[in-house]
């Protein structure tokens, strides 16, 4: 049933109400840049202390929610989103030693809960590893990543508290459960790379100046080694440039932890440089060699094969391509192709279970393939619907993967996926009161300005004539930063769809 008027035998129609809206004052003094007058009115607004901003945000939402009051069905839409938000939700597992981790919302916990169980076992005897919610007073902390030891005995985990890029790594010792005393502070845009008896990461020195201290620049991003049992203090400095004050520095170890691989970004460019380091080799060969000198391709080491590395990149092919590279010859000349560039984009590439797994964008919607780590195409993932698969990620060794998979009307599902056979099983699937067969999604295609091909997705009950023109559309497009928006299950979007609304979503290009 739809929801209008559900509180109220009689129609209110509240669409027609005029609302009037606080003035907001005009400053007409411009600012003049290079002898250009620029007018900024509403500079004003920028401190949001000011009594004056105070006041009109006040008075804005006076109006907001005076209007929002005189919906008669709001309590049954705040209810019905309640219900259809109170759903276990489970991330993608990963395999480490005979655990399987995971996380897990019971469905309206703030936070999700990091769990652990034995392979094979059932999901009912998971014990809890960590719980976000529970790691300050107020819920403002999160959890930022989890990087285990390749011998599964030791967990690195990074918070950061209230919305701060800023993180704090801690120690876990995953045999009796019990934290090891190791911080690591001012850790910001850093991985956690094991190798031996610690592991890489990266931070900016402690900031000075009292108070404002975290409203300073940051400057001169180093990579650090951190052995477990000592002292931040007594980390050993790997790589720093006093030269580039700009930029980041983020180290990386490949599975088998043969080579160090650093990556570099000058702050300025869209790519990112690339630097390796043979950890077998003798101490005395320990340099760092360039495989990629320019910062104008993305670049990053997935893995290697021996001492081949397998290298994902848009170096000259926009569309991105994998190629292997002999750090004893890095030279483009000498790069093997692996996966060539093809006509539609390489969006990420992992290797997994003895196989590259390679998600492409296929008119805004995933197609997953299946390479063996020389690059014969074996076979391609056969997803449920038009939809986002994101996951494929394990260690070489491991038999089984696992795969979220999303649609506009399918809620997140979680999979399990054997490479060699090419077999996907539901591992969890969410109960969420929604019936999928109920709606269809059609893609259609539109030429933009320049004659580009434009898809877009509509979405609606089945059964509704979307010719008539009459039906209520919520369009919603964004184009920016190279993020496409594929489709993805939304609550506050099946509400509208249920109620006979229409979803629209042009695939808009940056």
Do not use: C
Not at 11 to 28: K, S
Not at 162 to 186: E, F, I
Request: aromatic share 12%.
């Amino acid at each position: 049933p739809t929801l209008e008027h559900a509180e109220s035998s009689v129609p209110v129609d509240f669409t027609v109400t005029t609302l009037t809206y606080p003035a907001a004052r005009r400053d007409p003094r411009p600012d003049t840049y290079f002898g250009t007058a620029v007018p900024d009115p509403y500079r004003w607004l920028e401190d949001p202390d000011a009594p004056e901003t105070t006041a009109w945000v006040t008075a804005e939402n006076q109006v907001t929610f005076d209007y929002l009051a005189r919906i008669p069905f709001r309590n049954k839409l705040r209810e019905r989103l309640t219900t259809l938000w109170n759903y276990e939700r489970y991330g993608v597992p990963e395999q480490e030693g005979d655990l399987l981790v995971f996380s897990k919302n019971d469905g309206l916990q703030n936070q999700a809960v990091v769990y652990t169980m034995p392979l094979g076992a059932p999901v009912e005897q998971a014990q809890v590893l960590l719980d976000p919610n529970k790691f300050s007073a107020d819920g403002t902390t999160a959890l930022a990543g989890l990087h285990f030891s390749p011998d599964h005995r030791y967990l690195a985990y990074a918070t950061s508290g209230g919305g701060s890029d800023w993180q704090q790594v801690h120690l876990l010792d995953m045999h009796t459960r019990q934290p090891l005393p190791d911080q690591l502070d001012w850790v910001k845009v850093s991985g956690v790379s094991w190798a031996g008896p610690g592991f890489y990461y990266s931070r900016y020195d402690a900031p000075t100046g009292g108070e404002n201290a975290l409203a300073g620049k940051n400057e001169f991003h180093k990579v650090y080694y951190h052995a477990l049992g000592t002292l931040q203090a007594a980390d050993r400095l790997v790589y720093e440039n006093p030269a580039m004050a700009l930029g980041f520095r983020i180290a990386g170890t490949t599975e088998d932890e043969r080579f160090l691989v650093l990556s570099l970004t000058d702050g300025k460019s869209d790519g990112n440089q690339v630097r390796v380091r043979d950890l077998h080799a003798p101490a005395q060969a320990h340099a760092w060699t360039t495989v990629q000198p320019s910062y104008e391709f993305d670049t990053s080491v997935i893995g290697n094969v021996g001492g081949l590395l397998l290298v994902y990149t848009n170096d000259h092919a926009p569309n991105f391509k994998v190629v292997g590279i002999d750090p004893r010859h890095p030279e483009p000349a000498h790069w093997q192709t692996i996966i060539p560039e093809g006509s539609e984009k390489l969006e990420s590439i992992s290797q997994a279970g003895g196989y590259l797994l390679a998600t492409y964008l296929h008119d805004a919607s995933s197609r997953v393939r299946v390479f063996t780590e020389t690059g014969q195409h074996l076979h391609d993932v056969a997803l449920p619907a038009l939809g986002t698969a994101v996951g494929f990620g394990g260690r070489r060794s491991d038999k089984v993967l696992y795969y979220a998979f999303t649609s506009f009307t399918y809620p997140t599902t979680i999979y399990q996926y054997d490479p060699a056979t090419n077999q996907s099983t539901v591992w969890r699937a969410p109960q969420v009161d929604v019936q999928p067969a109920d709606y269809e999604t059609t893609q259609v295609f539109f030429p933009s300005k320049d004659g580009t091909r434009i898809p877009m997705f509509i979405v609606h009950k089945k059964g509704l004539d979307t010719k008539s023109g009459q039906l209520p559309t919520y369009l919603y497009a964004y184009g920016g930063f190279n993020v496409s928006l594929t489709p993805a299950f939304s609550v506050a979007r099946m509400l509208w769809l249920e109620n006979g609304g229409v979803l629209a979503v042009p695939n808009l290009r940056g």
